[in-house]
C-alpha cells in the first residue's frame, strides 16, 4: 500500500510511497468552475414552515453522482446527474412511548429521486429536464427511510417540520452513484440497503440487489446511511460500487478496520468479487471517518477515487486519488482467526493480503475547493478533464435556539412524542426549530490535467497480441531451421565417416 505526504501546490501534487520513492502527479493545466443553474419546473414544491424563503421551492440538488452523457449540437458536454432521498436535515433523537429513535426532518416527504439532465455551457451548468426514478410496477419512488428490521433500514424516523412522524416507505431509497452501460440502461446505488439497482433509459427500475440477496451478506454491516456511495461501468462491462466507510460488523469494527469495500458485479453471471480499498488510518481520528464520494473508471483496473472527511485536526480535507486494482486480491472469502478482516487492526498481520493501491492525484481543497461533499466524479472523453460536482443538500439548514444554552446542536436534543416536550440532559428546554437556505451553492468543477490519465490496465492490445503471435511464430521458425540445420550435419558428418 503506497502511503501518502501531500505537498499542497495549485497546479501539482507530491506522493512519497513506503519505498521512499517519489512519484510525481500530473500537472493542472487549468480548473473551471460552473454554477449549477435549475429549471424551475423541476425544482422541489415546498408550503411548510418559512416557505417564503423558498418562494421557487428548494434546488433540487443533483449532486449526488455524475456522468457523462455526450455532446450536444452546438459540442457542449452533457452529463447525467443524480439526487440523493431528498431534502432532509437533522433532528432531535425522538421518542416513542419507551423507545428512542434516531430521526431526519423531511419538508418535502413526496420528494421522488431523480436524475437531471446537466449541460455544461460557457456560463454555467443547467439542468432543464429530469428523469423520476420508479420501481418495477412503474410508482414513483420515495426517499423515507425503511422499516425497523428491514433490510437497508438504518433505525430513523422521518418527521415533518412540526415534529410529526410521516412514516416509513421499504422501497425508499437513498440513491448516490450512477453510470450507463452499453444498452442504455441506467444503474445507480444506495447508501441505504446498501442496493445496487438497473433502471431503463426512462427511469423505471428493472433489477434490484441487496446484501444476502445477489450481494454479500457482509455489506448489511455498513454503518447506518454510508452505504454505497459511488457506481462506475468498466470498459468490460463489470459494475463497481464502493461502500462509503468502513464496515461496522456486528457494531465492532469502524474503528479498527483498515480498509472499506469496492464491489465488482458481473452483470452477465451475476457473480460478485469484493478489494480492499486502504484507508490511512493515520490520517483520520478514526477510520470512519474516511469517506468515498464517488469513483470512475478509467480502465478495467483503474479507478478515479474521490475520497474525504476530516482530519484529526477536524480540518475537512478532499482527495482524488488514482486507484490500482491490478494485484489486489478478491476478499470475498478471506477471513482472519475465522472473522472477517475488518477486525485486523495491523496490516502485518494479513501482510499476504494485497490491497488496493493508491497515490494521490489531486488536492480538490488545495485548488480552491470548499465545499463539504464532493459526490460526483467523471472523465471527458479526451482522458484529461476529470468533472466534480458537489453535493449542496438541496440548499437548505435546520437551525435551533435554546433560550438556556448559546450554543445548540440539535442532535443532541430528545423531543417526546408524547408530552411534546424537548429534553436535554434530563432537562426539559424551549426550542424553536426553522428551516432556512443552506450556505453551500452547487457546482461543477472541470480539472484539467496537462497530460491524458494512464491506466493500469494489463490487458494486451489487439496490435500486441499480432506482435507477440509474430515473434513467436519467428522463434518456431528459427527453431526449425536450427533443428534442421542440425540435422543435416549429422547426416554430412556419418557420410564422411563411413567413407574414412
Same mark, same amino acid.
Given at each position: 500500500?503506497?502511503?501518502?505526504?501531500?505537498?499542497?501546490?495549485?497546479?501539482?501534487?507530491?506522493?512519497?510511497?513506503?519505498?521512499?520513492?517519489?512519484?510525481?502527479?500530473?500537472?493542472?493545466?487549468?480548473?473551471?468552475?460552473?454554477?449549477?443553474?435549475?429549471?424551475?419546473?423541476?425544482?422541489?414544491?415546498?408550503?411548510?414552515?418559512?416557505?417564503?424563503?423558498?418562494?421557487?421551492?428548494?434546488?433540487?440538488?443533483?449532486?449526488?453522482?455524475?456522468?457523462?452523457?455526450?455532446?450536444?449540437?452546438?459540442?457542449?458536454?452533457?452529463?447525467?446527474?443524480?439526487?440523493?432521498?431528498?431534502?432532509?436535515?437533522?433532528?432531535?433523537?425522538?421518542?416513542?412511548?419507551?423507545?428512542?429513535?434516531?430521526?431526519?426532518?423531511?419538508?418535502?416527504?413526496?420528494?421522488?429521486?431523480?436524475?437531471?439532465?446537466?449541460?455544461?455551457?460557457?456560463?454555467?451548468?443547467?439542468?432543464?429536464?429530469?428523469?423520476?426514478?420508479?420501481?418495477?410496477?412503474?410508482?414513483?419512488?420515495?426517499?423515507?427511510?425503511?422499516?425497523?428490521?428491514?433490510?437497508?433500514?438504518?433505525?430513523?424516523?422521518?418527521?415533518?417540520?412540526?415534529?410529526? +412522524?410521516?412514516? /416509513?416507505?421499504? @422501497?425508499?431509497? !437513498?440513491?448516490?452513484?450512477?453510470?450507463?452501460? $452499453?444498452? #442504455?440502461? *441506467?444503474? %445507480?446505488?444506495?447508501?441505504?440497503?446498501?442496493?445496487?439497482?438497473?433502471?431503463?433509459?426512462?427511469?423505471?427500475?428493472?433489477?434490484?440487489?441487496?446484501?444476502?440477496?445477489?450481494?454479500?451478506?457482509?455489506?448489511?454491516?455498513?454503518?447506518?446511511?454510508?452505504?454505497?456511495?459511488?457506481?462506475?461501468?468498466?470498459?468490460?462491462?463489470?459494475?463497481?460500487?464502493?461502500?462509503?466507510?468502513?464496515?461496522?460488523?456486528?457494531?465492532?469494527?469502524?474503528?479498527?478496520?483498515?480498509?472499506?469495500?469496492?464491489?465488482?458485479?458481473?452483470?452477465?453471471?451475476?457473480?460478485?468479487? +469484493?478489494?480492499? /480499498?486502504?484507508? @490511512?488510518?493515520? !490520517?483520520?481520528?478514526?477510520?470512519?471517518?474516511? $469517506?468515498? #464520494?464517488? *469513483?470512475? %473508471?478509467?480502465?478495467?483496473?483503474?479507478?478515479?477515487?474521490?475520497?474525504?472527511?476530516?482530519?484529526?485536526?477536524?480540518?475537512?480535507?478532499?482527495?482524488?486519488?488514482?486507484?490500482?486494482?491490478?494485484?489486489?486480491?478478491?476478499?470475498?472469502?478471506?477471513?482472519?482467526?475465522?472473522?472477517?478482516?475488518?477486525?485486523?487492526?495491523?496490516?502485518?498481520?494479513?501482510?499476504?493480503?494485497?490491497?488496493?493501491?493508491?497515490?494521490?492525484?489531486?488536492?480538490?481543497?488545495?485548488?480552491?475547493?470548499?465545499?463539504?461533499?464532493?459526490?460526483?466524479?467523471?472523465?471527458?472523453?479526451?482522458?484529461?478533464?476529470?468533472?466534480?460536482?458537489?453535493?449542496?443538500?438541496?440548499?437548505?439548514?435546520?437551525?435551533?435556539?435554546?433560550?438556556?444554552?448559546?450554543?445548540?446542536?440539535?442532535?443532541?436534543?430528545?423531543?417526546?412524542?408524547?408530552?411534546?416536550?424537548?429534553?436535554?440532559?434530563?432537562?426539559?428546554?424551549?426550542?424553536?426549530?426553522?428551516?432556512?437556505?443552506?450556505?453551500?451553492?452547487?457546482?461543477?468543477?472541470?480539472?484539467?490535467?496537462?497530460?491524458?490519465?494512464?491506466?493500469?490496465?494489463?490487458?494486451?492490445?489487439?496490435?500486441?497480441?499480432?506482435?507477440?503471435?509474430?515473434?513467436?511464430?519467428?522463434?518456431?521458425?528459427?527453431?526449425?531451421?536450427?533443428?534442421?540445420?542440425?540435422?543435416?550435419?549429422?547426416?554430412?558428418?556419418?557420410?564422411?565417416?563411413?567413407?574414412?
Amino acid at each position: 500500500m503506497k502511503r501518502k505526504s501531500i505537498i499542497p501546490l495549485l497546479t501539482s501534487a507530491i506522493i512519497i510511497t513506503s519505498s521512499t520513492s517519489l512519484i510525481s502527479a500530473q500537472e493542472i493545466e487549468s480548473v473551471k468552475k460552473y454554477p449549477v443553474n435549475i429549471s424551475d419546473e423541476i425544482r422541489v414544491q415546498y408550503d411548510g414552515v418559512n416557505s417564503e424563503l423558498f418562494s421557487n421551492g428548494f434546488k433540487t440538488g443533483f449532486g449526488s453522482a455524475i456522468t457523462f452523457k455526450g455532446f450536444n449540437e452546438n459540442n457542449e458536454p452533457e452529463f447525467y446527474a443524480i439526487t440523493d432521498r431528498g431534502p432532509n436535515g437533522d433532528s432531535p433523537e425522538y421518542k416513542i412511548g419507551e423507545e428512542t429513535y434516531s430521526s431526519k426532518f423531511f419538508p418535502s416527504p413526496s420528494f421522488t429521486p431523480s436524475i437531471g439532465l446537466l449541460t455544461l455551457k460557457e456560463d454555467g451548468a443547467y439542468v432543464d429536464s429530469s428523469i423520476e426514478l420508479k420501481d418495477k410496477s412503474g410508482n414513483n419512488l420515495s426517499g423515507l427511510p425503511l422499516e425497523q428490521g428491514e433490510t437497508g433500514a438504518t433505525g430513523e424516523v422521518a418527521l415533518d417540520m412540526n415534529l410529526n +412522524m410521516i412514516g /416509513y416507505d421499504n @422501497e425508499g431509497v !437513498d440513491t448516490e452513484g450512477i453510470a450507463v452501460d $452499453k444498452e #442504455g440502461n *441506467i444503474w %445507480a446505488c444506495d447508501e441505504y440497503g446498501p442496493f445496487l439497482m438497473k433502471f431503463d433509459s426512462t427511469g423505471k427500475m428493472l433489477e434490484k440487489y441487496a446484501p444476502g440477496d445477489g450481494l454479500a451478506d457482509v455489506l448489511k454491516y455498513r454503518i447506518p446511511n454510508r452505504g454505497f456511495e459511488g457506481l462506475t461501468i468498466t470498459p468490460s462491462g463489470k459494475v463497481l460500487v464502493s461502500v462509503q466507510s468502513v464496515l461496522d460488523i456486528e457494531g465492532e469494527t469502524k474503528k479498527t478496520s483498515l480498509f472499506t469495500r469496492i464491489v465488482e458485479f458481473d452483470p452477465e453471471t451475476k457473480e460478485s468479487k +469484493m478489494y480492499a /480499498y486502504p484507508v @490511512e488510518v493515520s !490520517d483520520y481520528n478514526s477510520p470512519q471517518d474516511c $469517506k468515498i #464520494g464517488d *469513483i470512475y %473508471a478509467v480502465d478495467d483496473n483503474t479507478l478515479l477515487v474521490i475520497e474525504q472527511g476530516k482530519d484529526k485536526d477536524k480540518n475537512m480535507q478532499n482527495y482524488i486519488y488514482k486507484v490500482d486494482l491490478t494485484d489486489a486480491d478478491d476478499i470475498t472469502n478471506l477471513k482472519y482467526e475465522g472473522k472477517e478482516l475488518e477486525y485486523v487492526e495491523d496490516k502485518s498481520l494479513i501482510e499476504d493480503v494485497k490491497f488496493a493501491e493508491k497515490e494521490l492525484l489531486v488536492d480538490l481543497r488545495a485548488n480552491g475547493w470548499t465545499t463539504e461533499k464532493a459526490e460526483g466524479i467523471t472523465l471527458l472523453p479526451d482522458k484529461q478533464t476529470i468533472v466534480v460536482i458537489n453535493d449542496n443538500d438541496f440548499e437548505i439548514a435546520i437551525s435551533a435556539t435554546d433560550e438556556n444554552n448559546e450554543e445548540v446542536n440539535i442532535t443532541d436534543y430528545t423531543y417526546d412524542s408524547e408530552t411534546k416536550e424537548f429534553i436535554k440532559e434530563e432537562n426539559v428546554s424551549n426550542i424553536d426549530i426553522a428551516l432556512n437556505k443552506g450556505s453551500e451553492e452547487s457546482e461543477v468543477w472541470t480539472i484539467k490535467l496537462k497530460d491524458e490519465i494512464t491506466g493500469y490496465s494489463t490487458e494486451e492490445t489487439e496490435s500486441n497480441v499480432k506482435d507477440s503471435k509474430f515473434k513467436n511464430n519467428n522463434l518456431i521458425y528459427l527453431g526449425m531451421a536450427c533443428l534442421a540445420a542440425l540435422g543435416i550435419s549429422v547426416y554430412i558428418f556419418k557420410k564422411k565417416s563411413k567413407k574414412n
